[in-house]
């Protein structure tokens, strides 16, 4: 199976801040990667497809991008309601594994 | 609108067989856009990709469960099921049916159910 790891494994950042969280693969995976908000208590919501591509509705401060191993997901100009647990997973062979998770957290 | 929508018992006991469905309104599941999968999540812990459905009855698992899950559909319903078999308490989660697009060579899942809790307990 190919592994997905995200770091870091949890942060805290101000609103209006830039965020990054990156995720590298044990295997190349050209730009197979999607990304997921989980609000607590919530399901998943899609944010990102194709490393790169914003899924319709999500804000645009959402951006992605990567191909090989590494992968980044970028908020800018944190807003409250990005507090969230943000997951990549991989798309490329089955099954789809996802990383651990990054957890934010707004100061 | 599309929706989805897990069902099933939410306790099942130790050796038993876990068995949930996910409804579908909105959409048709025979669609050739799209697969339809099962993702689940042990409390306090992340995802893993149980596995997914087409409409031609093609089925893919996560080799880590394949000598225990079967995911099958029932088109007149538009639905598509969940079985684990002989269960233990490392299966307790909250188990998500989702749908997973496929666009061009990417496969993504856009939209997800809100989720239903399985405890195995005896």
């Known amino acids: 199976d190919i592994q997905m790891t995200q770091s870091p494994s949890s942060l805290s950042a101000s609103v209006g801040d830039r965020v990054t969280i990156t995720c590298r693969s044990n295997?190349?995976?050209?730009?197979?990667v999607n990304w997921y908000q989980q609000k607590p208590g919530k399901a998943p919501k899609l944010l990102l497809y194709a490393a790169s591509s914003l899924q319709s509705g999500v804000p645009s401060r959402f951006s992605g991008s990567g191909s090989g191993t590494d992968f980044s997901l970028t908020i800018n100009s944190l807003q409250p309601e990005d507090l969230a647990t943000y997951y990549c997973?991989?798309?490329?062979?089955?099954?789809?594994?996802f990383g651990q998770g990054t957890k934010l957290e707004i100061k | 609108q599309l929706q989805l929508q897990e069902s099933g018992p939410g306790l099942v006991k130790p050796s038993e067989t876990l068995s949930l469905t996910c409804t579908v309104s909105?959409?048709?599941?025979?669609?050739?856009?799209?697969?339809w999968g099962w993702i689940r999540q042990p409390p306090g812990k992340g995802l893993e990709w149980i596995g997914n459905i087409y409409y031609t009855g093609e089925t893919s698992y996560n080799p880590s469960l394949d000598s225990r899950v079967t995911i099958s559909e029932d088109t007149s319903k538009n639905q598509f099921s969940l079985q684990l078999h002989s269960v233990t308490a490392a299966d307790t989660a909250v188990y998500y049916c989702a749908r997973q697009a496929l666009a061009y060579y990417y496969y993504y899942m856009d939209v997800w159910g809100t989720g239903t809790t399985v405890t195995v307990s005896s």
């Open positions: 909105g959409a048709s599941i025979t669609s050739s856009s799209y697969y």
């Open positions: 295997q190349t995976i050209n730009n197979y």
């Open positions: 997973q991989h798309s490329y062979t089955t099954p789809y594994t």
